[in-house]
């Protein structure tokens, strides 16, 4: 099944509780599509009726991005709560693409809004940090990114932390224990304003013995503690599971019939289904959200990674909740009634990009880099250059040392999250390399160990006979992934392009551009280039298979990058700019089945 375009979607067969039979609305998922991992929602009827979602971020910064929907069907980006490098400098730090902003929580209590959040360093050598460092955040605004607070740290050894008020206006936090002999979730009281927590650490679940119990949630209804978490660790057993107490330090009591929510053996194109939230809408019908991969049952194939699923819930008086299972086409209660009129900073989760960087602007809030960018890398409409992005090349590559950690210096590059099976993603670039090793260009980037690249680098002329060989500029595609990869291209760039063989010569006119990626069907990418004045000699350089960057905890970006390749970069020598313009993101088609 394929939504978008012209393309119409196929209805999908579904055994429905009958109380949702009655009076139901269609929808499709995913609802946040691409790189929205473990989704945490909350309804906020004093915002105008309005749903907030936050998503892990992994290594992406800006990181925590907020979604805000009044009709459940349209959401859009309002928000980022880690916003500013001195939020959380040691994102900068983090070592392996399994570290940065693990599953946040978002929750609104007496006019605030909480996030709360696990940094977590894999694997670190580097530093002397513990592996969790637990935060929460809080606004007022959750519309502005600038009201996000700095965090608030606390000591919780574990990660996947999560709030909850009891109704004497203590405040508790839940967790998964990373114990090796016994992991399970554990809970104590906490400070919001000074992170201080209780001494009395609690082991209330060990859930119903699936791998890594983690991702908690308390709900209270009809006098019963409710606790939900994900089991089965995040591929293709993942599941989710909820057990109940009459007190909220346990014991908790397994739902008979878990799992309740999982796409496990099933043929399913979704699947992955776990790590789940619910709230109530205005008319008091239950909602869920999850995060779940379109792979189907082989999980080869996913390049969008972990995405945001909805699905509607019916929980009687007394009884456990039901949970309705996820499918690329859904049918539930009926849902509020279209409303686009959502305040602020980016765009809806279906948008299409055409970003011409105009003087005086910023990067859009739906940017990302990976990790924090080094300052000076990314100049608006410099001086001789309006309507532009100026790149300044990183030493590292997308690369960069081992493929798992970059350092403090960073790596250029700033992408968009691949929201659609089918699209095409393009860019121009005016670039004159001048030295060996530059280079500049477009990536499928899923982390330093995954992408797929094609860039205009600075090569010796191997057609040259002369010694040493000249410089001359190639197009370069080349793919890194722990897959087989397409072998690496070389095309040399045509002698009709401008200044061909005088690239060195400061006065040369530089390279322009056509540099382009689409996804031409399920499972590959087309990465194509040419003159920006002659896209009639436009020609596809390489294809590369998109399982090479199905893989982790995160999702696809497309984006620029700039690069010396290992030479070092300094003020005295500061390396090639590259300038990017019409940046251009066209969605073309879903896959749902």
Same mark, same amino acid.
């Given at each position: 099944?394929?939504?978008?375009?012209?393309l119409a979607?196929?209805?999908?067969?579904?055994?429905?509780?009958?109380a949702?039979?009655?009076?139901?609305?269609?929808?499709?998922?995913?609802i946040?599509?691409?790189?929205?991992?473990?989704?945490?929602?909350?309804?906020?009827?004093?915002?105008?009726d309005?749903?907030?979602?936050?998503?892990?971020?992994?290594?992406?910064f800006?990181?925590?991005?907020?979604h805000?929907?009044?009709?459940?069907?349209?959401w859009?980006?309002?928000?980022?709560?880690l916003?500013?490098?001195?939020?959380?400098?040691?994102?900068?730090?983090?070592?392996?693409?399994?570290s940065g902003?693990?599953?946040?929580?978002?929750?609104?209590?007496e006019?605030?809004?909480?996030?709360?959040t696990?940094?977590?360093?894999?694997?670190?050598?580097q530093?002397?940090?513990?592996r969790?460092d637990?935060?929460?955040?809080?606004?007022?605004?959750?519309?502005d990114?600038?009201s996000?607070?700095?965090?608030v740290h606390?000591?919780?050894?574990?990660?996947?932390?999560?709030?909850?008020?009891l109704?004497?206006g203590?405040v508790?936090?839940?967790?998964?224990?990373?114990?090796?002999v016994?992991?399970?979730?554990?809970?104590?009281?906490?400070?919001?304003?000074?992170?201080?927590?209780?001494?009395?650490?609690?082991?209330?679940?060990?859930?119903? +013995?699936?791998?890594?119990?983690?991702? #908690?949630?308390?709900?209270?209804k &009809? =006098? %019963?503690?409710? !606790?939900?978490?994900?089991? /089965?660790?995040?591929?293709?057993?993942?599941?989710e599971?909820?057990?109940?107490s009459k007190?909220?330090?346990?014991?908790?009591?397994?739902?008979?019939?878990?799992?309740?929510?999982?796409?496990?053996n099933t043929?399913?194109?979704?699947?992955?289904?776990?790590?789940?939230?619910l709230?109530?809408?205005?008319s008091?019908?239950?909602?869920?959200?999850?995060?779940?991969?379109?792979?189907?049952?082989?999980?080869t194939?996913?390049?969008? +990674?972990?995405?945001?699923?909805?699905? #509607?819930?019916t929980?009687?008086a &007394? =009884? %456990?909740?039901? !949970?309705?299972?996820?499918? /690329?086409?859904?049918?539930g209660?009926?849902k509020?009634?279209?409303?686009?009129?959502?305040?602020?900073e980016?765009?809806?989760?279906?948008?299409?990009?055409?970003?011409t960087?105009?003087?005086?602007s910023s990067?859009?809030?739906?940017f990302?880099?990976?990790?924090?960018p080094a300052?000076?890398s990314?100049?608006i409409?410099p001086?001789?250059?309006?309507?532009?992005?100026?790149l300044?090349?990183?030493?590292?590559?997308?690369?960069?040392?081992?493929?798992?950690?970059?350092g #403090?210096e960073?790596?250029t590059?700033?992408?968009?999250r691949?929201?659609?099976?089918?699209?095409?993603?393009?860019?121009?670039?005016?670039?004159?390399?001048q030295?060996?090793?530059?280079?500049?260009?477009i990536?499928?980037?899923?982390?330093q160990?995954?992408?797929?690249?094609?860039?205009?680098?600075?090569?010796?002329?191997?057609?040259?006979?002369?010694?040493?060989?000249?410089?001359?500029?190639?197009?370069?595609?080349?793919?890194?992934?722990?897959l087989?990869?397409?072998p690496?291209?070389?095309?040399?760039?045509?002698?009709?392009?401008?200044n061909?063989?005088?690239?060195?010569d400061?006065?040369?006119?530089?390279?322009?551009?056509?540099?382009?990626i689409?996804?031409?069907?399920?499972?590959?990418?087309?990465?194509s280039?040419?003159?920006t004045?002659?896209?009639?000699?436009?020609?596809?350089?390489?294809?590369?298979?998109?399982?090479?960057?199905?893989?982790?905890?995160?999702?696809?970006?497309l984006?620029?990058?700039a690069?010396?390749?290992?030479?070092?970069v300094?003020?005295s020598?500061?390396?090639?700019?590259?300038?990017?313009?019409?940046?251009?993101?066209?969605?073309?088609?879903q896959?749902?089945?």
């Amino acid at each position: 099944m394929l939504a978008g375009g012209s393309l119409a979607c196929l209805a999908t067969s579904l055994l429905l509780p009958l109380a949702l039979a009655a009076s139901n609305s269609t929808f499709t998922n995913p609802i946040l599509p691409g790189f929205f991992p473990d989704p945490s929602c909350t309804f906020v009827p004093e915002w105008d009726d309005t749903f907030f979602c936050a998503s892990s971020s992994f290594n992406a910064f800006p990181g925590i991005p907020i979604h805000a929907s009044k009709d459940l069907t349209n959401w859009k980006h309002v928000s980022n709560v880690l916003n500013r490098a001195e939020q959380l400098p040691t994102l900068a730090i983090t070592n392996k693409s399994t570290s940065g902003i693990w599953a946040s929580t978002i929750r609104y209590h007496e006019g605030t809004f909480f996030v709360m959040t696990t940094l977590v360093f894999d694997d670190q050598p580097q530093t002397n940090f513990s592996r969790w460092d637990n935060i929460v955040f809080h606004s007022m605004n959750p519309f502005d990114s600038s009201s996000w607070s700095d965090p608030v740290h606390f000591n919780f050894t574990g990660y996947d932390t999560s709030p909850y008020w009891l109704s004497n206006g203590t405040v508790l936090v839940t967790g998964s224990h990373p114990w090796q002999v016994q992991p399970g979730i554990t809970q104590t009281t906490i400070d919001l304003t000074t992170g201080e927590v209780g001494a009395n650490f609690r082991y209330i679940w060990n859930g119903t +013995g699936g791998l890594a119990p983690e991702g #908690p949630h308390i709900y209270f209804k &009809d =006098d %019963w503690y409710y !606790l939900m978490i994900a089991e /089965g660790g995040t591929g293709v057993n993942h599941m989710e599971t909820i057990a109940r107490s009459k007190s909220i330090d346990g014991p908790y009591t397994p739902n008979p019939n878990n799992p309740i929510l999982t796409n496990a053996n099933t043929s399913q194109y979704f699947q992955t289904v776990g790590h789940a939230d619910l709230w109530q809408d205005a008319s008091g019908n239950w909602w869920g959200a999850a995060l779940s991969t379109r792979s189907g049952p082989n999980y080869t194939t996913y390049p969008m +990674g972990r995405e945001t699923v909805l699905y #509607p819930v019916t929980w009687k008086a &007394d =009884d %456990w909740p039901i !949970l309705q299972p996820v499918r /690329g086409q859904m049918s539930g209660w009926q849902k509020p009634a279209t409303n686009l009129s959502i305040a602020g900073e980016g765009p809806f989760a279906d948008a299409a990009d055409y970003i011409t960087f105009p003087p005086n602007s910023s990067l859009p809030i739906h940017f990302v880099h990976w990790r924090i960018p080094a300052n000076g890398s990314y100049t608006i409409s410099p001086p001789g250059h309006p309507n532009t992005l100026r790149l300044s090349p990183s030493r590292l590559n997308l690369t960069a040392f081992d493929g798992n950690y970059a350092g #403090p210096e960073g790596q250029t590059f700033v992408g968009r999250r691949q929201t659609d099976t089918l699209f095409t993603y393009s860019v121009n670039l005016e670039f004159s390399p001048q030295q060996q090793g530059d280079e500049a260009g477009i990536s499928v980037f899923l982390t330093q160990n995954h992408h797929i690249d094609l860039g205009v680098v600075l090569l010796p002329n191997t057609s040259s006979s002369a010694s040493p060989k000249p410089l001359a500029p190639y197009f370069r595609f080349s793919a890194t992934s722990y897959l087989a990869v397409p072998p690496p291209v070389l095309v040399p760039i045509h002698s009709s392009y401008p200044n061909y063989t005088t690239l060195s010569d400061p006065n040369a006119t530089p390279l322009n551009l056509y540099l382009e990626i689409k996804a031409i069907n399920v499972t590959h990418y087309a990465f194509s280039a040419g003159p920006t004045d002659a896209m009639s000699d436009v020609i596809t350089i390489g294809y590369a298979p998109a399982a090479d960057v199905s893989f982790g905890f995160t999702g696809t970006l497309l984006g620029v990058y700039a690069t010396t390749n290992g030479r070092s970069v300094n003020a005295s020598s500061p390396g090639t700019p590259a300038y990017i313009s019409e940046w251009r993101y066209t969605p073309q088609g879903q896959f749902l089945s």
